[in-house]
């Protein structure tokens, strides 16, 4: 018999809340009756769909990463201080963006692993570290400028066949989720995700548990790297441009099904979940709904998560027990 592929469990239903924002969007707005207007949708969403990948790799793992947004402010501002709009400096900034993030995920993950504070209290004061470094960095006001080349990533677009001009943060975008679906099926990935599962057991199938909590937080902290550079080039620079994206990154995770506490959920749920938050505040804003109702949005896709993680397995079993027969 040929092995058909399915979905992972928890996939169909943010697939299908993604479905009914696409179409709601095309009745709401008429930027949606072509498709530039979903091009548009992904070019915006691309930082998100990045970080939330990152994001993925370290709650799948048992952990939080509470730290990419303050992540994000900082080499954004590093790099407008850097690059000062000079074209002759933006690939060795890049390559320093890049490295400073595998840093920050190794300081993240060996404070984790090899001393074990909880990854939500390292993270969490790796971004006041951030934050107060930034503040002395650029005094509250970021100085500086990209360069033009530095933006392409952000704004430009590729001439590709068929397809015509494609956004480079869509292609980045594509990259980041095929790479980490490839990743996750391989042997390593599969132990990833059973370390939130149950790390005692993948101890004694012989698995480095620490090793695989630390390369989960050097992937998240990467991509983060990564998402600063389109953000930069996208929205420019700002002292506030990742502010709560941390949170933000987490809610699309938990939206696409993906268990809190680690051992469920896949890197295409984990995508299509910042998609459709980012097509869901689309879809606010077209309705002229109030901004600040974003927070109370995300809040709420968080309580939900958490009271699904912790009822939703005596839940099921509930609904599918056998009605006894009165007959």
């Not at 937080?217 to 502010?243: K, M, T």
């Amino acid at each position: 018999m040929k092995a058909r592929p399915r979905l992972t469990d928890g996939t169909g239903p943010v697939l299908v809340v993604l479905l009914i924002l696409v179409v709601a969007l095309a009745f709401a707005g008429p930027a949606y009756a072509e498709p530039s207007g979903y091009l548009a949708l992904l070019k915006r969403a691309a930082p998100l769909v990045v970080l939330a990948v990152g994001q993925y790799f370290v709650i799948v793992s048992g952990g939080f990463d509470l730290s990419v947004g303050s992540l994000v402010t900082a080499e954004v501002v590093v790099a407008a201080r850097l690059v000062d709009g000079d074209d002759a400096n933006t690939w060795w900034v890049i390559a320093l963006l890049l490295g400073c993030g595998i840093l920050v995920g190794l300081v993240n993950g060996l404070i984790t692993t090899k001393l074990l504070v909880p990854s939500f209290i390292v993270t969490l004061g790796m971004l006041l570290v951030l934050d107060g470094a930034v503040f002395l960095w650029s005094g509250g006001a970021p100085r500086g400028a990209l360069s033009p080349s530095f933006r392409v990533l952000g704004r430009g677009s590729a001439d590709v066949p068929v397809l015509g001009q494609l956004p480079w943060s869509v292609i980045v975008l594509l990259v980041v989720v095929v790479a980490a679906v490839w990743f996750m099926r391989s042997g390593t990935g599969r132990m990833l995700l059973a370390v939130g599962d149950n790390e005692n057991v993948v101890r004694l199938a012989g698995g480095r548990v620490d090793r695989l909590r630390l390369l989960a937080f050097v992937l998240s902290a990467l991509l983060a790297s990564v998402a600063a550079i389109l953000l930069a080039g996208f929205a420019g620079v700002s002292a506030q441009v990742g502010e709560g994206l941390e949170f933000r990154a987490i809610t699309a995770v938990v939206l696409g099904g993906v268990l809190l506490g680690g051992g469920r959920g896949s890197v295409v749920a984990a995508a299509a979940g910042a998609l459709s938050l980012e097509a869901l505040f689309s879809l606010l804003n077209l309705l002229g709904v109030s901004g600040a109702l974003e927070s109370a949005v995300q809040g709420v896709i968080i309580i939900t998560a958490v009271a699904y993680a912790a009822h939703g397995a005596g839940l099921r079993q509930l609904l599918r027990r056998p009605v006894p027969d009165t007959a």
